[in-house]
Nanobody, 124 residues
């Protein structure tokens, strides 16, 4: 059973930065592709970023490209999301997810395990 625990969310002014972390336990972290998704109030969960098992390939939603950076440290069983130049529109609960069998996906159902989420609030 894989467990994921996000941290690093909070309240930040527009233009500011936050770094989210997602610590994994209970499985072979280096064998999972990882993704970040977010869900704003009244909206569906949407893809933010993904990273392959080795960290050699990454992908971003157009809305965050150039501002967010995903990375992972397999020695620490942790995936990160560095968020810069934050906008009010980035306000959401952010979730990390593990894809045990694939290369990571932009589609939420492809992920088998999810964290509980961390709130990011950007004030305008």
């Amino acid at each position: 059973q894989v467990q994921l625990l996000e941290s690093g969310g909070g309240l930040v002014q527009a233009g500011g930065s936050l770094r989210l972390s997602c610590a994994a336990s209970g499985g072979a972290f280096s064998r999972y592709a990882m993704g970040w998704f977010r869900q704003a109030p009244g909206k569906e969960r949407e893809f933010v970023s993904r990273i392959t098992r080795s960290g050699g390939s990454t992908d971003y939603a157009d809305s965050v490209k150039g501002r967010f950076t995903i990375s992972r440290d397999n020695a620490k069983n942790t995936v990160y999301l560095q968020m810069n130049s934050l906008k009010f529109a980035d306000t959401a609960v952010y979730y990390c997810a593990a894809d045990l069998y694939g290369l990571g996906s932009r589609t939420a159902p492809e992920y088998e395990y999810w964290g509980q989420g961390t709130q990011v609030t950007v004030s305008s």
